[in-house]
T-cell receptor, first 113, second 116 residues
Framework: DAGVIQSPRHEVTEMGQEVTLRCKPISGHDYLFWYRQTMMRGLELLIYFNNNVPIDDSGMPEDRFSAKMPNASFSTLKIQPSEPRDSAVYFC???????????FGPGTRLTVT | QKEVEQNSGPLSVPEGAIASLNCTYSDRGSQSFFWYRQYSGKSPELIMSIYSNGDKEDGRFTAQLNKASQYVSLLIRDSQPSDSATYLCAVNPFNAGGTSYGKLTFGQGTILTVHP
């Protein structure tokens, strides 16, 4: 079975540009999570969805960040406008209802210059 | 106070030794606990889950849970250089009503180095 799929794997952009990260969860998983990882702050939960509905977005750093899940097999995380401090690795993870184990995608390494 | 605390390390052990990784958590209502391994430049990979007090063994890995002490550990027997990675402890917190928040809280991770 395919795991969590993320694209792109690497993104380099200039400050002020819009960035869109994409995620396809494992088929049949009801929950989808977006994380950001940096050396300084570790792994931070940004937002998570249950059945395509955002449940907790308290980790979204500011209004420049937005996330959507239009259907069960696709989610996006958008940063507009991007800033150098947004440089990090962004992970998407998913899990099934009733089990708390989360499975991570390969991540997107974002560099904002 | 951090919700999940781990020694950042690095923890260095010789090949063949037992590596002991520790984690404490602050939420007494937490019900399930996980260990993830993350190689440099890779994503976290689930290696152990534990739900009940006591030990759970899987190959060279043993997870130990003590809810009264709010403590969970991971033992790696016969450590190999390929075990060198960052190990993340994750906890599933529950609210006062006994309902899961639905998410995991991660520690900062412990860097393990196994030297030949």
């Amino acid at each position: 079975d395919a795991g969590v799929i993320q694209s792109p794997r690497h993104e380099v952009t200039e400050m002020g540009q819009e960035v869109t990260l994409r995620c396809k969860p494992i088929s049949g998983h009801d929950y989808l999570f977006w994380y950001r990882q940096t050396m300084m702050r570790g792994l931070e939960l940004l937002i998570y969805f249950n059945n395509n509905v955002p449940i907790d977005d308290s980790g979204m750093p500011e209004d420049r960040f937005s996330a959507k899940m239009p259907n069960a097999s696709f989610s996006t995380l958008k940063i507009q406008p991007s800033e150098p401090r947004d440089s990090a690795v962004y992970f998407c993870a998913s899990r099934t209802r009733g089990a708390y184990e989360q499975y991570f995608g390969p991540g997107t390494r974002l560099t904002v210059t | 106070q951090k919700e999940v605390e781990q020694n950042s390390g690095p923890l260095s052990v010789p090949e063949g030794a037992i590596a002991s990784l520790n984690c404490t958590y602050s939420d007494r209502g937490s019900q399930s606990f996980f260990w993830y391994r993350q190689y440099s430049g890779k994503s976290p990979e689930l290696i152990m889950s534990i739900y009940s007090n006591g030990d759970k063994e899987d190959g060279r890995f043993t997870a130990q849970l003590n809810k009264a002490s709010q403590y969970v550990s991971l033992l790696i027997r016969d450590s190999q250089p390929s075990d060198s990675a960052t190990y993340l402890c994750a906890v599933n917190p529950f609210n006062a009503g006994g309902t899961s928040y639905g998410k995991l809280t991660f520690g900062q991770g412990t860097i393990l180095t196994v030297h030949p």
